[in-house]
């Protein structure tokens, strides 16, 4: 009984709290206000239109590089797409020994070596699951960017 009791009282005390607070001063929230877009819930926004980097190779500026992240792709990409087994025109460029000033920046060796199969064994020609570069080089486009991992803490 005594259970029962406390059970009661507490669920009674919830519930006044909670009606105190929403008699209360706030004023409610307008759904312009509940989310990322900051539009009403039955609109359809127009996003901003996004333009692609299209500068040439060697013509932009070699761009910031957050540890741990792969590099972005500071020139443009249309002449150089579609990225397949036959045809990678990223390798031929960057597939250089060694880094020199104004040029290609060299394929790290990190992509010679086949984690999956052979994580061990240094490859002459790169891996498979590294050979389709943009799946995780990014294009350099004028949307803002959603996380400044640059200058995260």
């Not at 990322?36 to 039955?42: A, G, H, I």
């Not at 045809?87 to 070596?113: F, L, M, R, T």
């Not at 002459?124 to 803002?144: G, K, L, N, Q």
Request: proline share 8%; net charge negative; charged share 25%.
């Amino acid at each position: 009984m005594r259970r029962e009791f406390l059970l009661v009282a507490l669920l009674g005390a919830t519930v006044a709290a909670w009606a105190v607070r929403s008699s209360g001063t706030d004023a409610p929230i307008a759904d312009r206000e509940i989310g990322l877009s900051k539009t009403s819930v039955s609109e359809t926004p127009e996003p901003d239109r996004v333009m692609l980097n299209d500068t040439e190779p060697g013509d932009g500026p070699l761009l910031p590089r957050s540890e741990g992240f792969p590099p972005r792709i500071s020139h443009g990409i249309a002449d150089f797409l579609p990225i397949d087994l036959g045809d990678n025109a990223c390798v031929d460029c960057h597939e250089v020994e060694e880094k020199i000033e104004g040029e290609a920046i060299p394929i790290p060796q990190s992509h010679y070596v086949d984690l999956r199969n052979a994580p061990e064994e240094m490859r002459e020609e790169i891996a498979d699951a590294r050979y389709y570069c943009v799946s995780c080089h990014v294009r350099v486009t004028s949307a803002p960017l959603l996380v400044d991992n640059l200058h995260a803490n």
